[in-house]
């Protein structure tokens, strides 16, 4: 079956996997989904991912990243991912709109590729938001 929104099946499986503590899970790979892992595991949200070859499509496995208080409970990293930008709604900022400071990071896909609020602040870009993760 085909998947309408691959952005936000991944970033619905990331949540999904987290608040029931699994460790891996698996998506199908894109080019966009590589860069969304790579801002995710620089900004210490994931452990890392990586691309698991297919005869017929490859899949991105995603190690996802936990802390354990005294008690040695687990609790994951991700509280919250929220899609900004749907299909068919897309949310663009301008460059001086970017937030330098949000709760959480700002994922952005810009002129200059796909990167952090921060990074898009410091560049002076803007673009469309993917999502916000905390």
């Known amino acids: 079956m085909a998947v309408i929104d691959p952005i936000g099946d991944l970033l619905?499986?990331?949540?999904?996997?987290?608040?029931?503590?699994?460790d891996t899970l698996e998506v199908p790979d894109s080019k966009i989904k590589r860069e969304i892992l790579r801002i995710l595991?620089?900004?210490?949200f994931i452990k890392s991912y990586e691309v698991i070859a297919?005869?017929?499509q490859n899949f991105l496995r995603v190690i996802l990243k936990?802390?354990?208080?005294?008690?040695?409970?687990?609790?994951?990293?991700i509280q919250k991912v929220k899609r900004v930008s749907p299909p068919g709604n897309p949310v663009f900022l301008r460059r001086h709109q970017v937030p330098l400071h949000?709760?959480?990071v700002m994922v952005l896909?810009?002129?200059?590729?796909?990167?952090?609020n921060k990074q898009a602040r410091?560049?002076?870009?803007?673009?469309?938001?993917?999502?916000?993760?905390?």
């Open 66 to 77: 936990y802390q354990e208080n005294e008690q040695m409970v687990r609790s994951p990293i």
């Open 102 to 104: 949000t709760s959480g």
């Open 54 to 56: 297919d005869a017929h």
């Open 41 to 44: 595991q620089t900004e210490g």
């Open 12 to 22: 619905t499986r990331i949540q999904n996997a987290s608040d029931t503590n699994h």
């Open 122 to 134: 410091r560049k002076g870009v803007g673009g469309e938001v993917i999502a916000i993760v905390s």
């Open 109 to 116: 896909t810009t002129s200059q590729g796909v990167m952090t």
